[in-house]
T-cell receptor, first 115, second 109 residues
Framework: ETGVTQTPRHLVMGMTNKKSLKCEQH?????MYWYKQSAKKPLELMFV???????ENNSVPSRFSPECPNSSHLFLHLHTLQPEDSALYLC??????????????FGEGSRLTVL | GQNIDQPTEMTATEGAIVQINCTYQ??????LFWYQQHAGEAPTFLSY??LDGLEEKGRFSSFLSRSKGYSYLLLKELQMKDSASYLC??????????WGAGTKLIIKP
C-alpha cells in the first residue's frame, strides 16, 4: 500500500469510447503526476499538477485530458484513443513539485487496452 | 540529448549477489533514483544518491560516480521475492526525472 490508489485497475475500450481513469492520494502531497508505461520503454511523463494547477503537459495528444479538482484527486479523461495508446497508466504523487526533495509515490496503475 | 541506459534483463541465483548498472547523460545532474517494480505493482522507492560513493540499506546498496556518469544497484543474499524490474532515473538541472527502460531481474533457485 503506497497511499496512492488508482481505479480501474484494468480497462478495455473501443476507439470511440469515452472513459476516465481516477487517482486518489492519501499522503497530503501537493504534486500529482500521470505517467505512461509501455513494455521495455522508459516511463513517459504526461502531466504534472502542483497545488491543483497544471504545470507540465509534455506534448500529449488532446485525446488525453487531465483534471485535478483538488490536491488529493487526479483524473485522466480518455476519448477516441488509438490502439498504440494501450499501456499501463501510472499515477504518482510527491511532497512538492521539486522532485529533488523526495521520491515519487506511485499507484499500481491502470492497464488500458484499446481495441 | 538526455539518456539513461541500463541492461534489459539479468538473471541471478538465489543467495548470490547481483549488480545492476546504470549510465546517464543529462543536462546537468542533481541525483539518481532507483525504484523497484514487481509485475503488476507500483514502482517503489529504493534509494536516492546525490554524492559520490556507496550507500547501504540492508541487502541493497546503491553507488554513484558523478564524474563517470555511472551508478549501480547491488543486491546481496538474493531472495526469490527480489525478482522484479529495477528502474534507474536521473534528475537533470531542472530537476526533471529522466527514466531508464528498467532492468528485469530474474532470480532462479
Amino acid at each position: 500500500e503506497t497511499g496512492v490508489t488508482q481505479t480501474p485497475r484494468h480497462l478495455v475500450m473501443g476507439m470511440t469510447n469515452k472513459k476516465s481513469l481516477k487517482c486518489e492520494q492519501h499522503l497530503g502531497h501537493n504534486a500529482m503526476y500521470w505517467y505512461k508505461q509501455s513494455a521495455k520503454k522508459p516511463l513517459e511523463l504526461m502531466f504534472v499538477y502542483s497545488l491543483e494547477e497544471r504545470v507540465e503537459n509534455n506534448s500529449v495528444p488532446s485525446r488525453f485530458s487531465p483534471e485535478c479538482p483538488n490536491s488529493s484527486h487526479l483524473f485522466l479523461h480518455l476519448h477516441t484513443l488509438q490502439p498504440e495508446d494501450s499501456a499501463l497508466y501510472l499515477c504518482a504523487s510527491s511532497q512538492s513539485r521539486d522532485r529533488n526533495t523526495g521520491e515519487l509515490f506511485f499507484g499500481e496503475g491502470s492497464r488500458l487496452t484499446v481495441l | 540529448g538526455q539518456n539513461i541506459d541500463q541492461p534489459t534483463e539479468m538473471t541471478a541465483t538465489e543467495g548470490a549477489i547481483v549488480q545492476i548498472n546504470c549510465t546517464y547523460q543529462t543536462s546537468g545532474f542533481n541525483g539518481l533514483f532507483w525504484y523497484q517494480q514487481h509485475a503488476g505493482e507500483a514502482p517503489t522507492f529504493l534509494s536516492y544518491n546525490v554524492l559520490d560513493g556507496l550507500e547501504e540499506k540492508g541487502r541493497f546498496s546503491s553507488f554513484l560516480s558523478r564524474s563517470k556518469g555511472y551508478s549501480y544497484l547491488l543486491l546481496k543474499e538474493l531472495q526469490m521475492k527480489d525478482s522484479a524490474s529495477y528502474l534507474c532515473a536521473g534528475t537533470d538541472s531542472n530537476y526533471q526525472l529522466i527514466w531508464g527502460a528498467g532492468t528485469k531481474l530474474i532470480i532462479k533457485p
